[in-house]
């Protein structure tokens, strides 16, 4: 029981350090906007600008977590 707190804890404090604004409902909608326009194929200038050189350069890897990542970082950060 202990050890499943501790990892929750820093699975909790973890997310947070990384996206402080994980927690405010504005980026929420932000986050979700960006994933309802990315299926319609019109993704937003903010997302666009987020995106590191690398991920376009290697835009063969382009599995689940790396876009979560990417849009996560457009909208939390």
Avoid: H
């Avoid at 499943?4 to 932000?30: A, D, E, Q, R």
């Avoid at 906007?33 to 890897?61: H, M, W």
């Amino acid at each position: 029981m202990k050890s499943l707190l501790f990892l929750f804890s820093g699975i909790f404090i973890g997310l947070y350090i990384s996206w402080p604004g994980i927690l405010i409902s504005k980026n929420w909608k932000c986050f979700n906007e960006i994933i309802e326009k990315s299926a319609d194929d019109k993704i937003s200038i903010k997302a666009v600008l987020e995106v590191s050189p690398s991920y376009l350069i290697n835009s063969k890897n382009k599995n689940m977590t790396s876009k979560i990542r990417v849009v996560a970082d457009a909208c939390f950060r």
